[in-house]
């Protein structure tokens, strides 16, 4: 009977509004659900330990390990070598390799942070040791060996890599959603069919470690893990004992105090202190119960003096599973093999095993997938590009070779030193040389023929022009000799030999216009000599130019931002540049006259042949005018009238 006598609240004082209930009165253990109610809600937080300066020796290993250093199996270091960290760079290869997405948490030993990798692009937790590391202490790597020494499990957080920086330590490991804690708290008592789930996932984890010889020694919800898709996992490797290992058994830690197993007080952890703490993590996660870390309620419960209370609504296989795994004689608990062929544990673990395994293998599907696809897409891009790339090669030299011939008596030292100033010259005038955007219906075969005569590629207005062309019209001028080249070439025609060709055209070409050719090349007179030397000044620059490949245009118009589309018609560029087109000359009207006597000569202004597009700089257009000038004066000395002005009009 309890005596309610020392529990009445006096008369002057004003009751609590969360009354402890009376059951309690009796233990001292309580839910956690219920702990939260009879707390205050705001309490103040514990000062900070004020920390001292930090020893010489581990300030004098800071400074010794600047560049990363990967941590092997064995315990030595060796460089980090990575593709994205770069040494010179003023940042750690944390924060070069790594981007951090947030700050999981922070531990007695480090603070771990959730971060993306540069280098594959997946997500993982980075765990960072808060203080330098000692670099003589014999155990500063123990968390790694160890986690780095044991054989991969489904159970367990799956280690990726460590290293040493600046004196620091980083675990690169799995990332998990939650800790069970999390989810404990969250929840509060779970449900018992997620307590069967969980025990046995930690059940083979713990296993999988016993088997290997390594006790955790720190098993507790806060150092369990529950991946997005449930399975959980045993993580926090800090405490782990490799029994194999001497030093290991002789610097073993105790753990938390919470779930730590009696016989641990006075003596060394074991497989079996591994049970015990698993035994009061399941007891916490099933019933909410807020285990103590010391007092009277500690002992109670390793006495297994629980109460029922805390039992309802619990199974009685679990209790019994769970009774047994707390039992305070470590030689009378269950090992993980007993546990496992328990009736409870049995019938479900097939399930959970085939869960698990599914989920395992949709994970190493996507992960391989991944792998494929990128190795797919590498190989199809080595495969294609090669073949793309001579596409493309192929249409640009067809544009450059369009371009050359439709822009090359526009190079004249007058208006561009360069073919990079006539590049220089088309980006600031804003005309691309390779746009054809307002060109009707042209189809890209077309273009693709490089051998194709250009009066074939121009639109209608110039096809006229083609019709109209007279074939006794050849240029005539010394400036539009290039002209004549790229017409000879491109023509059937005119494929035939030099001296066939200047025969024919002797038969051809109206004497007159005959006549000024074989006056300007002859060089009569001061301002025809003058023309020569310009002529073959342009000759000279222009082989130089035909030559190239065009590659410098064509670089430096996309060094200017103008993307090659496909070749323009220089009508249009023309227009756009707003130049002037030459006036056409008329010979055989000039010959008419000179046979019949009349004086007056007319000057046609036609548009200019197709293959004279010295018209589209300023240079070809004053050769023109010295043509025109040429022509005026033998027409005088006929006797002949200009009717015209012989300016270029405007086009
Ligand atoms: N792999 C992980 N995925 C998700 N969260 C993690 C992971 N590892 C650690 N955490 C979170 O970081 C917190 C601290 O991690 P961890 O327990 O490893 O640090 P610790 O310094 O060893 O702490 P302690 O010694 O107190 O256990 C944990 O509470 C946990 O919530
Ligand atoms: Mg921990």
Not at 346 to 352: D, E, G, P, S
Not at 394 to 414: D, G, L
Not at 607 to 624: E, G, H, L, Q
Request: proline residues 6%; hydrophobic residues 35%.
């Amino acid at each position: 009977m309890v005596d309610e006598s020392d529990d009445s609240i006096p008369a002057n004082i004003t009751p609590p509004i969360y009354v402890t209930p009376r059951v309690l009165r009796n233990s001292p253990l309580s839910t956690k659900r219920e702990k939260q109610k009879s707390t205050p809600l705001f309490r103040r937080p514990a000062p900070k330990v004020a920390k001292t300066a930090p020893p010489m020796r581990s300030l004098h290993s800071q400074f010794q390990i600047r560049q990363p250093r990967i941590i092997t199996p064995s315990g030595a270091t060796e460089p980090l070598h990575s593709p994205i960290y770069n040494k010179e760079k003023h940042l750690t290869y944390f924060e070069q390799c790594f981007k951090i997405s947030s700050i999981i948490g922070k531990g007695s030993f480090g603070e771990v942070f959730a971060v993306k990798s540069m280098e594959d692009s997946r997500n993982y937790a980075i765990k960072v040791s808060i203080q330098v590391i000692r670099q003589n202490c014999a155990s500063k790597y123990r968390e790694v060996e160890n986690h780095m020494r044991l054989p991969k499990h489904s159970n367990l957080v799956e280690f990726v890599k460590a290293w040493e920086e600046g004196g620091r330590l980083y675990i690169q490991q799995e990332l998990c959603e939650k800790s069970l804690l999390q989810l404990c708290m969250e929840r509060h008592a779970l449900p018992e069919e997620m307590i069967w789930n969980i025990l046995i996932d930690l059940l083979k984890a713990v296993d999988h470690l016993h088997m290997n010889d390594m006790i955790h020694d720190d098993i507790k919800p806060d150092n369990i893990f529950l991946t997005s898709k449930g399975v959980c996992k045993l993580g926090d490797f800090g405490l782990v004992i490799n029994l194999k290992n001497k030093n290991d058994v002789a610097s073993a830690e105790e753990g938390d105090s919470k779930y730590l197993a009696p016989e641990v007080l006075n003596g060394a952890p074991s497989k079996a202190s591994d049970i015990f703490s698993l035994g009061v993590t399941i007891l916490e996660a099933a019933t909410d119960l807020d285990i103590p870390s010391n007092g009277e309620s500690w002992h109670q419960i390793r006495n297994g003096e629980i109460p029922d209370r805390f039992f309802v609504g619990i199974s009685v296989e679990l209790r019994f599973i769970i009774q047994w795994m707390l039992s305070s004689t470590p030689s009378i608990r269950p090992t993980t093999k007993e546990l496992l062929k328990q009736n409870g544990i049995r019938r479900r673990i097939w399930k959970r095993t085939l869960y698990v395994k599914s989920v395992e293998l949709a994970h190493s599907i996507a992960d391989w997938s991944f792998v494929i696809t990128t190795w797919l897409m590498a190989l199809f891009s080595v495969v294609v590009y090669p073949a793309l790339s001579a596409i493309c090669d192929r249409r640009a030299s067809i544009c450059a070779e369009t371009v050359s011939k439709q822009h090359t008596p526009i190079q004249t030292p007058e208006t561009s030193s360069s073919r990079l100033g006539f590049a220089k010259t088309l980006a600031a005038s804003n005309i691309t040389p390779f746009d054809y955007s307002d060109e009707e219906n042209v189809s890209f075969q077309r273009r693709l023929f490089p051998l194709i005569p250009r009066f074939q590629m121009d639109d209608d207005e110039d096809d006229e022009d083609e019709d109209t062309r007279n074939d006794n019209e050849l240029p005539t001028s010394s400036s539009n000799s290039s002209t004549i080249d790229s017409f000879t070439t491109s023509s059937p025609i005119l494929r035939e030999s030099p001296i066939r060709r200047s025969l024919r055209f002797r038969s051809e070409t109206p004497p007159s216009a005959r006549r000024i050719r074989e006056n300007n090349h002859r060089g009569s007179g001061d301002y025809n000599s003058q023309q020569r030397r310009k002529y073959e000044r342009m000759r000279r620059i222009e082989a130089c130019m035909d030559s190239d490949d065009n590659d410098e245009l064509i670089n430096a118009a996309a060094a200017e931002n103008i993307m090659p589309q496909s070749c323009p018609p220089l009508l249009r560029s023309c227009r756009k540049l707003n130049l002037q087109r030459a006036p056409k000359l008329n010979f055989n009207l000039l010959d008419n006259n000179e046979n019949t006597g009349n004086d007056k000569i007319e000057i046609h202004h036609q548009r200019p042949n197709r293959n004279a597009k010295a018209t589209s700089s300023n240079s070809s257009s004053s050769s023109v005018l010295g043509q025109t000038r040429t022509l005026r004066s033998t027409a005088a000395r006929r006797g002949a009238l200009i009717a015209e002005d012989s300016s270029a009009d405007e086009f």
